[in-house]
């Protein structure tokens, strides 16, 4: 394996857990705040249920991107969702109403209106869902399956591979790192999409994998076993160790998720933004959120060496 240190470093990493765990309950609260004051998350019509149409017009719209939202919020059907798809030049935009009615009654609605008020600048109908409240509640309910059946699944897994505290940590190290991604989500009031769910899904993966590597050493460490009077600097050894892997490996990722965040566009922009905060939250996790809780395990519930 590549190695970014000529020696092995020796930070003390599990010395300062109680500020990381001041630092993680404080961004916590603020997540169960922001949610309280936003009476949940924005979720996307594919939870809600509403239409969704995607415009392109002649001539540059970006400039007008107001005067339409007023256009359309005169309708009555609540505060509407407008942005720009891709490129400026493309002169493409995307609004979304969460406004249920009959048929396409809203989006002829909206098509209407635009043209009535926008009408020295024609466009042209690039694509048009509607999505019921009922088939919206049906992808909300499996969404909700999807994730827990994960995390579910994940202890099963860490039950099997290492014991109780192990187990614990890297569970509670994942719940870490899909409820700061989420509390992201609800202080910058993001749509949460299907994509979104799919992050979180992965992000779960990606953090579990790195948790995984530092157990796995720190066991090596240990001789086979992974509780013992020294598993203090068996952890912060192992951390240590495995810091040249995790740099490497979580700097390429980030790297790339920097870059589609910011440049990627529209489309693909929330579900990076998303992969950013999980993946930074996923090595965090695995070094101040489950590390401590095996040591803490192993302080109040101590081994009996043979």
Known sequence: MIQIFKKVPNVNFIGVWKIAFSISGVLLLITVGSIIYHKGFNTSIEFTGGTEIQLKFEKPVSGDIGKIRSIVTALSYGQPEIKTIGPAKNNEIQITVKKQAEGTAVGDAVKGAITSGYGQNKFEVRREEKVGSKIGAEFAMKAFWAVLLSLVGIVIYMGIRFNIPYGLGGELSLFHDVFI???????????????????????????????????????????????????????????????????????????????????????????????????????????????PIVLLWNKRFPPKLK
């Open 181 to 291: 991604t989420l509390g992201f989500f609800s202080l910058t009031n993001r749509e949460i999409s299907l994509g979104i769910i799919a992050a979180l899904l992965t992000i779960v993966g990606y953090s579990l994998n790195d948790t995984i590597v530092v157990f796995d050493r720190v066991r090596e460490n240990m001789g086979g076993r992974l509780l013992g009077p020294n598993v203090e600097s068996m952890i912060n050894k192992s951390i240590n160790q495995t810091l040249s892997r995790t740099i490497i490996t979580t700097g390429t990722v980030l790297f790339v998720l920097i870059a589609f965040s910011f440049f990627g566009g529209q489309v693909i922009q929330d579900f990076s933004l998303a992969m950013l905060v999980g993946c930074a939250s996923g090595v965090y996790s695995t070094v101040y959120i489950a590390s």
